[in-house]
């Protein structure tokens, strides 16, 4: 992937693409190519991963017996009032699935593969299946020419304008957030998920990785229903999942549709380029930084996707760097990204479907 770092022309000819700020994007470049390797260093500690992942399964676990409990002394009220909180540690415990699948939790391969497939049946995410989809992410980010697998889809200017009214109808729709994040996110993880769906379904392996965890979820969800009922477990579980879908849906399209990121054609795409410029820099509070296993530090992660969470931080601090050479994202200037929808191949930008209806008149 990183070859073309090598090809005098391939880095030539991106910098002739680039608007204004090339030089910018040259040092960028430059950067993520002597960083890389020292990022190895900053590897998976198993005492630490073992400490992080009881420290985070251990109230998982005890907000939903309370949350079922209530449910089932019909306290509704407090079980919802906990859902919250409860989503938050979910998402926490996907990230740990999510390091897992890079092999960064554990040093051990094995380790990281039986964690992964334990936490899924948590997350409903088949953990083989998911783990195969997102490397292929990791290795495309960026790239116009390998889109489509294990990211938000994004359509050009151009492939907009030729497409179809009803094409252009979906993708709209697509691209809104209540139709994304609000719907689109707890489906996804409900019952999309449960489907093996275009390439999982010639894929054995991604065969095998869903339906085994559909397997896996009637068993771990039977039993307590079986026990204490239906009402308390779909009152306690599916109102938090549905929260944690809302949470790793934002963050996932925060991290790479942002005003200023990366997209390149064939030849001219550059991994270590498009791990930093595509991938964001999400500044969020403590807190929030907790409950998202740092995974706000996007850049780092696709620089170096074999460091796990907990030592993102501590690369951040030790390349301050790091700190201005990705775009910088707040909460609240997290709200303006949703209205940015068509990647300008001409201006070499994202833009809004207002501001593409804007140009397209005065290009008349």
Request: glycine share 6%; net charge positive.
């Amino acid at each position: 992937m990183s070859s073309n770092v090598s090809k005098p022309h391939s880095h030539q000819s991106s910098a002739n693409s680039r608007p204004a700020g090339q030089s910018a994007a040259i040092d960028t470049r430059a950067l993520a190519v002597r960083l890389s390797p020292l990022l190895k260093a900053y590897g998976a500690d198993t005492k630490r991963s073992l400490l992080q992942l009881a420290l985070t399964i251990v109230p998982f676990f005890a907000l939903l017996v309370i949350m079922a409990v209530a449910a089932a002394h019909q306290l509704f009220w407090l079980s919802l009032l906990l859902a919250a909180p409860t989503a938050g540690l979910l998402v926490r415990l996907f990230i740990f699935q999510h390091d897992c699948g890079h092999g960064a939790y554990f040093p051990s391969r094995t380790a990281n593969d039986i964690l992964g497939r334990i936490i899924s049946v948590l997350t409903f995410t088949p953990y083989d299946q998911w783990k195969r989809s997102h490397a292929y992410h990791h290795a495309a980010s960026g790239d116009l020419d390998r889109r489509g697998q294990g990211d938000v889809v994004v359509m050009t200017t151009r492939e907009y304008k030729a497409a179809p009214r009803l094409r252009r109808l979906g993708y709209r729709l697509y691209r809104n957030p209540i139709i994304m994040i609000a719907l689109g996110a707890p489906v996804n993880f409900l019952l999309l998920q449960r489907l093996p769906l275009g390439r999982a379904f010639r894929d054995r392996l991604s065969m095998r990785s869903i339906m085994g965890l559909n397997l896996a979820l009637l068993i771990a969800f039977g039993l307590p229903i079986a026990m204490i009922g239906v009402w308390p477990v779909l009152t306690a579980y599916l109102p938090m999942l549905i929260i944690a879908a809302w949470i790793g849906g934002w963050l996932f399209y925060i991290q790479h549709q942002f005003e200023g990121t990366y997209w390149e054609r064939g030849e001219n795409w550059n991994f270590h380029q498009a791990a930093i410029e595509s991938s964001s820099y999400f500044v969020l509070p403590p807190v929030l930084r907790w409950f998202t296993g740092n995974i706000g530090l996007h850049h780092i992660h696709h620089l170096c996707s074999k460091i796990p969470n907990y030592r993102l931080q501590a690369c951040l601090d030790a390349f301050p760097e790091l700190r201005n050479v990705a775009k910088r994202i707040t909460l609240r200037g997290s709200l303006k990204c949703w209205r940015l929808a068509l990647w300008d191949e001409d201006r070499r930008r994202l833009v809004s479907f207002r501001e593409y209806g804007r140009q397209k008149l005065l290009s008349k």
